[in-house]
């Protein structure tokens, strides 16, 4: 996955989501 400086709304969101799932993961 690349990482950009720049964060697109879209992006924001999936990357929340991503943590929150990682958060409930461990």
Do not use: H, N, Q
């Amino acid at each position: 996955m690349a990482m950009t400086l720049r964060l697109e709304p879209e992006d924001e969101k999936a990357l929340a989501l991503l943590a929150e799932v990682d958060g409930v993961s461990k």
